[in-house]
Every structure is written in C-alpha cells, then in structure tokens.
C-alpha cells in the first residue's frame, strides 16, 4: 500500500482508505448501501489492515450514529493501529440546535462521535457540509479548540464550494487557528466538476483530496453498460446515483474506454476506474467501500499498479464534460491561468 501526504500536513494516509457507511443499515436509505453487523465489520477492518489500509472513515449521520459504533466494536483492542475520519454538520436530533456548525453542536457531536466509537480522539475531524448560518470564526475556534484539547488531530471539510474553502483557510490564517487539511470531495470519470475550480485551489493552499464515491454510486463498477441495467438489489438500482446526472450516452462512452483499457490491462472496470483517480493531482486518498469481503479485495486491486499515460488520456477524453462559465473562458487564456489537469488536447 502506498502512503501519501495529507495535503500540507505530516500526516501519512493509505491510497485508498474504507468507507463504513455500509455498517449498521438504521433506516431504508442506509439499509441500501449495506448492513455490517460487528462480526462481519470486524473481518473486513482485517482485510484493510492486512493489506495496509490504516484510514477509515464513518460520519455521524450515517445510520444515526450505528455506522461509529460497530466501527468502534470492530476496531476494539487494536486502535493505535488505524486513522479514523468522522463527520458533524448534518442534523442528529429534531431541536434547534441538532444540526449545523455551531459551537454548540460541534461540541456535542464530538463527544458523541468519541462514546460511539469508544475512543479518546478523532484523527481526521470533517465538516461534512458547509453551514452558511455560523460564522466561518466560530466554527473554526471551536475546531482550533478541539484540536489544542487532544480530542481531535487534524481538521477536514467537505462538499464546500471554493469561496467556502478558501474565506475557511484565510481565517484560520488569520487568527493562526488550525486549518483545514483536506477536502473529502465528490470525484470520479463521472463527475469531473471538482477539477475546474477545487483541484487548483488545493493545489494552491495545500489541500489534500479525499475522494468519496469514486465509482459514482456504481455506475462505474462495470454493471451498468448499453442494454444492460443495474442489477436488482443494487445501491444504484434502490436509490439512484449521486452528483450530477450525465447523460446516458456520456456514460456509456467512459464505460467503452473503462473495457478497452479492462482488455488491455485485465483489470476489471472498477479496478481501472479507480486508479484513475489515483493518479490526478491533490488526491490523497480514495475512500472505497463494501458491502462484503469479495467487493473489499476486488477494490484492493486498484493499487500497486498504473494506468500509462496513453490510458489515461484515453480516459480522460471519454470522461471530459463541458466546463461552465467562467471556467470555459479561463480555459482559453492557459498561458497565464494553466489548468490543475491539462485536457487530453493540450497533451
């Protein structure tokens, strides 16, 4: 397993790290990602550490908070040996107060998130949304403070807009308060938003990239092709994908190049897909996830090899998207504005 700098920081993160948002299964939405009990949970944090993962990553919102304890139970009597990343912001209880990024709220969810997952602190502590009410500076101390109290490591956002990233980092400046260290953000062949305005302001500031959803919801784990559906049962299938929707027919295109290359290497769809991802400027880490241990060790298989440039080329023109204003105009003035990921013309 490769290891990689968290953006400005020292902190060492695995190439791909697990998503646990398939433990606990509490409601409909969730039950459809997955439901991990603690004995399987536990099989599968083996597979990770044997094979050298050590970042995991949960949210409080997921299955209201079932998703960190059975992270918890199947990490217990080994937790010196892994990173966890948990979130806050999203609502948790029905009062006033139960959501968002208040001084409030942040405080109680970290107590939370600390009992249910049964430890004395978080590595990676992430906003999960960008909360527009609080003040950029109360959010912020109260992080700097949860830092500085041991019970949090390191500081993450995610899904924030640019302006949202970068008035977060120019405060934390400011006051010399802790500032963020990643971006867990939406990022895959399917959804190449993130490159026109996020990627080069991480670039920038030194912003490691952790990528959720790399497989857009499985539209690219190579179920999904012309003529053929996704299979009954599947996440895709109850709930739909996320992100923006791309049409049908721009999917089918990046799933004809993802079997070119599946040819060419015989590596599978989803293997190639992800690493894809694993060669774009700023990503620190690919958050995969599994419902049991055959899709965890096919996943595994995206690292310890990679994609030639002509590959990657041919990936990226399949998968290119157009850019929206004012993006499409600083695509024209390159000599001065040069683009984080040159199009596969300009190559």
């Not at 944090?45 to 304890?69: K, M, P, Q, R």
């Not at 937790?79 to 009062?95: H, Y």
């Not at 062949?189 to 490159?195: H, N, P, Q, S, V």
């Amino acid at each position: 397993m490769e290891y990689r700098q968290l953006g400005g920081s020292g902190l060492k993160v695995s190439a791909l790290s697990f998503g646990t948002a398939t433990f606990g299964g509490g409601d409909a939405f969730f039950n459809a990602w997955g439901n991990t009990d603690v004995e399987e949970a536990r099989r599968l944090v083996d597979i990770c550490l044997e094979a050298g993962i050590n970042l995991f990553d949960t949210a409080d919102v997921y299955s209201g908070g079932l998703s960190e304890e059975v992270l918890g139970q199947a990490i217990s009597g080994r937790r010196d040996q892994l990173l966890i990343s948990t979130k806050a912001t999203f609502r948790m209880d029905e009062g006033p107060n139960g959501l968002g990024s208040s001084r409030y709220h942040l405080i109680q969810s970290c107590e939370d998130s600390l009992r249910r997952l049964k430890t004395d602190h978080i590595d990676i502590y992430t906003m999960h949304g960008f909360d527009a009410l609080t003040p950029v500076e109360e959010t912020l101390r109260t992080l700097d403070t949860l830092v500085q109290s041991g019970k949090v490591r390191y500081i993450a956002c995610s899904n924030f807009s640019g302006w949202h990233l970068m008035k977060s980092l120019a405060t934390a400046q400011n006051y010399g308060w802790t500032r963020y260290a990643a971006h867990q953000a939406f990022y895959s062949l399917a959804g190449r938003e993130y490159e026109w305005e996020l990627m080069p302001l991480a670039l920038d500031q030194k912003v490691g990239t952790i990528v959720w959803s790399p497989l857009a919801s499985g539209v690219l784990s190579g179920k999904i092709r012309r003529n053929q559906a996704a299979p009954e049962g599947s996440r895709v299938q109850q709930i739909g994908s996320e992100g923006s929707r791309i049409p049908d027919e721009k999917l089918y295109e990046i799933v004809d190049a993802l079997d070119e290359i599946a040819q060419e290497t015989g590596k599978s769809v989803a293997q190639i897909a992800l690493n894809w991802l694993l060669q774009r400027p700023t990503v620190a880490s690919v958050i995969v996830g599994a419902r049991n241990e055959e899709q965890l060790k096919h996943n595994l298989g995206a690292v310890d090899w990679n994609l030639t440039a002509e590959q990657v080329t041919k990936l990226d023109k399949a998968s290119e998207i157009p850019t929206i204003y004012p993006y499409w105009h600083q695509r024209s003035f390159t000599e001065r504005n040069p683009l984080a990921v040159p199009t596969y013309k300009e190559r």
